[in-house]
């Protein structure tokens, strides 16, 4: 298609970073991407993923004074409840958090088990916690 085209479905759609539903109903985003009947493919989700994984990993390293004494594993579980939770959402932990500065890894495996984010979802609560135990 020539740019005459691409620029003339732009201006028509308008551009919105965030979802909303179009004059149809249909959950919509971006220049007009209907994502109930069309969604996203792989090379999408990945590009998506890659960007928030980024983020999340630049907000857990601001979390803990000893971020860059933890092992691989311990900074893993914080970048996945950033991901999972937010940033702010994360920050919220403060017991965990305090023990985790203060290499106290039991304890603060102790408090992430013993949290709502671990009643709504056990699993991924539970392996986080290990690895926060193990290191």
């Known amino acids: 298609m020539d740019t005459f085209g691409l620029s003339l479905i732009k201006r028509h759609e308008g551009l919105r970073l965030k979802a909303y539903r179009c004059t149809s109903g ?3 985003i971006g220049y007009g991407r209907n994502l109930e009947d069309r969604g996203i493919d792989e090379l999408e989700a990945e590009k998506l993923f890659d960007r928030d994984w980024h983020d999340a990993e630049d907000g857990a390293m601001t979390l803990v004074k000893n971020w860059n004494q933890l092992s691989q594993n311990r900074k893993s579980v914080l970048v996945d409840m950033v ?3 937010g940033l702010e959402g994360v ?3 403060q017991v965990t958090l305090f023990h985790i500065e203060n290499e106290n890894f039991q304890t603060a495996a102790f408090h992430m088990r013993n949290s709502l984010w671990a009643k ?5 609560a ?3 916690a290990k690895l926060m135990e193990e290191g």
């Open 26 to 28: 249909k959950l919509t």
């Open 83 to 85: 991901f999972q939770m």
């Open 91 to 93: 920050k919220k932990f």
């Open 120 to 124: 709504q979802t056990p699993e991924r």
């Open 126 to 128: 539970e392996e986080d």
